[in-house]
């Protein structure tokens, strides 16, 4: 059964400071999103990425793909308290999309 | 184009009764996913649909549950005799191919 694997899953960060999110799947799908969700609010699609090598940035976020080792980054850059969120990444496995447990962003001034 | 829409928002249900949650898919997609999120966890596929058809259900509970997308009108997923568990945020999403989901704001099941 597929996995998807993100860590950590609570994450608190001074306003300014750099961090990386961990997404850890154990398909050989090269399909990975990214997903914001605000409290009580739906998925905000941030970034598709469809290859290996696949690196893609908005603004203060960069995710990226290896699909050899699986895995996939969503590297946060002199966070600001807009970016508090919960962050989801997914897989696309045959016609289901699998997500991880999310990781729990608070930014701090 | 609007987007993904889903009603209702909010639903209150007393235990043992029915729940009907509609998606309406954006414009020009033909393909709609269903999924449930439970407090503090991430979302978890239930079902895939096109029109009229059922193309994958595997996340769906066996009993009580289940989904149509009718040649006219909105994806409907139906929960019968609902129970406490089923309480949840129930999320739709559409596509116009296997490529890249938009979701809707979702239907928040409260069972009570």
């Known amino acids: 059964e597929l996995k998807v694997e993100q860590n950590p899953l609570f994450l608190s960060m001074q306003e300014g400071k750099n961090y990386t999110i961990y997404c850890n799947y154990s398909?050989?799908?090269?399909?990975l999103y990214w997903y914001r969700q605000d409290p009580g609010k739906s998925l905000e699609s941030l970034f598709v990425?469809?290859?290996?090598?696949a690196v893609k940035q908005e603004g203060r976020l960069m995710a990226s793909l290896d699909t050899k080792a699986r895995l996939s980054t969503l590297h946060i850059t002199a966070a600001v308290h807009d970016l508090s969120a919960t962050y989801f990444c997914?897989?696309?496995?045959?016609?289901?999309?699998?997500f991880g447990a999310g990781t729990r962003l608070t930014v701090k001034p | 184009n609007a987007g993904v829409m889903q009603n209702p928002r909010h639903l209150v249900r007393r235990r043992g009764q029915e729940a009907r949650l509609r998606c309406s898919p954006m414009?020009?997609?033909?393909?709609v996913y269903w999924y449930r999120q439970l407090p503090e966890e991430g979302l978890k596929f239930m079902v895939y649909?096109?029109?009229?058809?059922?193309?994958?259900e595997s996340g769906m509970p066996k009993e009580r549950f289940s989904a149509e997308f009718p040649k006219e009108g909105p994806s409907i997923l139906r929960i019968q005799q609902v129970v406490r568990g089923d309480s949840a945020a129930y999320f739709c999403?559409?596509?116009?191919?296997?490529?890249?989901?938009?979701f809707g704001p979702g239907t928040r099941l409260t069972v009570t």
């Open positions: 997914a897989v696309l496995d045959n016609n289901d999309m699998r």
């Open positions: 398909t050989t799908s090269d399909r």
């Open positions: 999403a559409s596509s116009p191919i296997l490529y890249e989901q938009y």
């Open positions: 414009k020009g997609h033909s393909h």
């Open positions: 649909l096109q029109k009229e058809n059922i193309i994958d």
């Open positions: 990425l469809l290859s290996n090598g």
